[in-house]
Nanobody, 125 residues
Framework: QVQLVESGGGLVQPGGSLTLSCAAS????????MGWYRQAPEKARELVAN???????????TYAEFVKGRFTILRGNARNTVSLQMNALKPEDTAVYYC???????????????WGLGTQVTVSS
């Protein structure tokens, strides 16, 4: 079974920084997209950043407008890992952050989306 595990969440003061990490394990043949989403209380889950690592497009990043210039998504040296570097954090960034990957478990198969269980980020003084 493919599993995604996030780490690095916590409590940080406004203006501070935090780095989240996500590692995927299990029968992974290849990964197309690695992304981070977040969900604040009583709000819908929303995209934070995506990294398209499929060979079709090269490495292409997409960021939500509300994090542009503050957050950076990076693929790790271990190819099944992805991080989210978060700077200049604001109280409105408080949410549970989820890692998502679209990947193939076998060649010539249809890719599927896998989610981690999430990690809490709280920005507060």
């Amino acid at each position: 079974q493919v599993q995604l595990v996030e780490s690095g969440g916590g409590l940080v003061q406004p203006g501070g920084s935090l780095t989240l990490s996500c590692a995927a394990s299990g029968p992974i043949f290849s990964i197309d997209i690695m992304g981070w989403y977040r969900q604040a209380p009583e709000k819908a889950r929303e995209l934070v950043a995506n990294l398209d690592v499929s060979m079709r497009h090269g490495d292409t990043t997409t960021y939500a407008e509300f994090v542009k210039g503050r957050f950076t998504i990076l693929r790790g040296n271990a190819r099944n890992t992805v991080s989210l570097q978060m700077n200049a954090l604001k109280p409105e960034d408080t949410a549970v952050y989820y890692c998502k990957m679209r990947l193939y478990t076998r060649p010539f198969d249809t890719p599927s989306d896998y989610w981690g269980l999430g990690t809490q980020v709280t920005v507060s003084s």
